[in-house]
């Protein structure tokens, strides 16, 4: 049974940093590549951030271009989003997305 649990959400002020954290299991991580989404109050899920399979590749959306940075540690099985220079149009609930399947998300809030 594919499991994705997400974490390291929180309070953090404009221009401050957060790591996200997306535990897998029940799949071979190595075998699938893997997103961030994020959905904000009233706003439709959107897509952050991609990456392949192995981990070399990478795309991200236009709004988090150069400040975000998305990484998977296949021997740990984890997904991460570094994301830096975070501004209150990011908060969110942020989702990791794999292997067809959701994490029940963690709520990022910055504040002004």
């Known amino acids: 049974q594919v499991r994705l649990v997400e974490s390291g959400g929180g309070l953090v002020q404009a221009g401050g940093s957060l790591t996200l954290t997306c535990a897998a299991s029940g799949f071979t991580f190595s075998d699938y590549g893997m997103r961030w989404y994020r959905q904000s109050p009233g706003k439709e899920r959107e897509w952050v951030a991609t990456?392949?399979?192995?981990?070399?590749?990478?795309d991200y959306a236009a709004s988090v271009q150069d400040r975000f940075r998305i990484r998977k540690d296949i021997a740990k099985e984890v997904l991460y989003l570094h994301m830096n220079s975070l501004e209150p149009e990011d908060t969110a609930v942020y989702y990791c997305y794999g292997r067809g399947s959701w994490g029940p998300g963690t709520q990022v809030t910055v504040s002004p």
């Open positions: 990456i392949n399979a192995d981990g070399r590749l990478r």
